[in-house]
Every structure is written in C-alpha cells, then in structure tokens.
C-alpha cells in the first residue's frame, strides 16, 4: 500500500482526528486485489481513497464541495495527476461503468441507498461495490438496504474494527426518487435523501424559528448550511422582499433549498465557505451550524463560519444561530463579535444573538451587563 500525505482540509484544530480510518484502509487493500483500470468512489472525505487509486480512471460521486477541495488539495501536496478524476452526479446516470465501486458508508442511511441505487446502476455486472464501514456503526439496516440493490451480500473478516460488505450482481431495480415530503405549519417541505435531518424538521431549527428576532431593516439575508432551506422561508414570509443567499457544504441540500424557495430574490450557493459573498453586505446571518463530520464532533467547522460571518455582516446586521447546550459557543462567540446574547435557552438548546457593534436599542443592555 502506497504512503501519501492526506490531510484534513480545512485543517482541524482537534489534532486527533486523522483524514482516514480503518474501513479506508480495508477499501485500499480491496482495490489493490482487484486491481481494476476503472473505479467509482463514494463519499471519500479527504482523498485516500482517491490518492490510492491515481492514476486509474476515478469517478468521483460526491455531494459534498468541501469532499471537492479537499481531494484536490491533497492530490497537489502528493503531487498527483488529477486528471484521472472524473466527478459524476449523484442524480444522473454516468456515461461510463467501472469495474468495481468503493464507499466509505455515510452516517446517513438514506445517503447510503442513493449511493447504493447509483452504484447498482453504474457498476458491471460481474463488478464489486465495497462498502466500508467502523464496526461499532454497524446495523442490521445496512444489510437490508443492500439486499434490495445487490444480489450478493457478503462481510469480510474484521480488521481493526472496520469490516468490508462486499456487493455484487447489481439487480434491475426501477428507479427511485429519493425525496422525502416533511409536514411543517400547514406546509410542505420537501428534500432530497442525505439532507440533514430526513424525517422532520430537527428540533433545534424549531427552537430557532421560535425565537427568530431580526433587526429593524432587513434587505439582505443569508440561511448559513441551509440545508432545505426552511430558516430563509421563514424569514421571507417577514421580507418577502429581501435578497436571500442560500449557502451549504451539500449540493442535495441547495436543490432541495431550490424546491421550497420560489422568486429571483433566492440565491444559492455550493460552498464550505462563504468566499462567494462580499463584505459588510448581510443585514441578517441565520444558522443551525454544522458541526460533525459523520460520526466526528469537530467544532472548528462552525467556528470558521462564525468568523467569515463577522466579515460579511454590515455594521447594524445581526447573526442569529441555534446550538447544542453543551457546545458552550458563548465564549467562542464573544471572541468574534463586538456583542453576544442568549435570546433563549432550555436543556437542549441555546439561541444566541450576535452584533459587531452595539445595537443602540441594547445600548441600556449592555450597559447594565457591564
């Protein structure tokens, strides 16, 4: 097995976090035995699989634009030839098979079988679909998921507490929307599997839209990791003249956005980041931030966009945002911005207000806090 330098990117402040695991490692030895000149991969967080696989063709299915970047990055640090690369829609069938497919088997179970419907539909028939998996994530549904896609279900032995299951004579299933319908105050909110929170509208972007406070003048706002964009159509329903920016990390997140948002006025965004926006133009910042990535608590991805936030508020605008109680934002917060305020909070939940300048009507407030 070949040795690169993969990092994690953006880079994490949590040390102990490696870009790989185990079940990349069992993949890696999966393909090296098969040894195949075309490969498809799924959801390879920061280029292992990906890197081990240059320079056969590689086709890339991933929803994720910080998945992008991050492949990118590290085939430049191991100086590789990333034009074996070839990112195909998750949505769409490929123009071309492989021969075998690797999937690192995303948290998400309904990510996991539009991945599964894609590999059945875009491996050959004698090919393999690995799927890699940590052993303590295991259930029984993974196997049930894969039975309705492939024929053949097998489990490799246990290595360092990954295991392999190994799929093969893909069936002809008819085709699937991979919708979900969510009921929400007389409404209907529709997004497409893999989006966060498939069954209903979490509890802690309820919480925020209980507690939604935005300033006087509100021309410009942005829903930050806005999933199906449920926060920016409350807000419309206030201004419903306001420019809005849509930003998430999941382009199955922005077209779901696009199926409950209608009007010129609604902007979108597939970015990690919030390099698109220019500065001091957000009147009104919303946010139910991100932070895991898959089964990893990595708390410096919100406190990124907290700062590229500070960047792209206007003097008199406002960040309103949820949080777990037990992530303590507060003092991170307070690191950034000018003024920080619990607007409500239970056991669970925390909604915080943020300004980069005293508002005046707080002025009294903030007085009497000092």
């Not at 690169?4 to 953006?10: D, L, S, Y």
């Not at 948290?107 to 052993?135: I, R, V």
């Amino acid at each position: 097995m070949s040795e690169f330098i993969i990092n994690r990117v953006p880079e994490s402040t949590n040390k102990s976090l490696r870009a790989w695991s185990a079940a990349d490692e069992l993949l890696v030895s999966f393909l090296e035995e098969k040894n195949p000149d075309s490969v498809t991969i799924y959801n390879d967080s920061f280029g292992y699989l990906a890197a081990h696989a240059a320079p056969r063709t590689v086709y890339l299915a991933t929803d994720l634009k910080s998945q992008e970047k991050s492949i990118k990055e590290n085939f430049e640090t191991n100086k590789l030839d990333s034009t074996c690369l070839h990112p195909i829609s998750l949505v769409k069938k490929a123009d071309k098979k492989a021969k075998i497919g690797l999937m690192k088997i995303p948290k998400s179970l309904d990510l996991f079988e539009m991945f599964l419907s894609h590999g059945a539909q875009n491996t050959y028939k004698t090919g393999f679909l690995a799927c890699g998996f940590m052993t303590r994530n295991f259930t029984k549904q993974m196997l049930e998921i894969a039975g309705e896609y492939f024929e053949v279900v097998e489990q490799s032995l246990s290595k360092k507490k990954a295991r392999l299951l190994i799929l093969s004579k893909p069936k002809n299933v008819e085709k699937k929307v991979f919708l979900n319908t969510i009921p929400f105050e007389n409404d209907e909110i529709k997004q497409y599997f893999g989006v966060f929170s498939a069954k209903k509208i979490d509890y802690a972007t309820q919480f925020l839209i209980e507690n939604l406070e935005p300033p006087e003048i509100v021309e410009t706002v942005l829903d930050l990791a806005c999933g199906n964009g449920i926060l920016a159509k409350e807000v419309a329903k206030e201004f419903p003249e306001a420019e809005y920016h849509l930003i998430d990390d999941s382009l199955l997140a922005i077209e779901s956005a696009k199926l409950n948002l209608e009007g010129e006025n609604f902007h979108y965004y597939h970015n990690n980041n919030l390099e698109d926006l220019k500065s001091n133009t957000m009147d009104y910042v919303v946010c139910n931030p991100p932070f895991h990535v898959e089964y990893e608590i990595d708390i410096s991805l919100p406190l990124r966009l907290f700062r590229a936030v500070e960047k792209k508020l206007t003097p008199e605008g406002k960040f309103q945002l949820v949080a777990n109680s037990h992530l303590n934002y507060k003092p991170h917060l307070e690191k950034i911005f000018k003024m920080v305020k619990v607007v409500f909070d239970n056991d669970k939940f925390v909604v915080y207000s943020c300004f980069n300048k005293y508002p005046d009507r707080d002025k009294r407030w903030n007085e009497d806090a000092i």
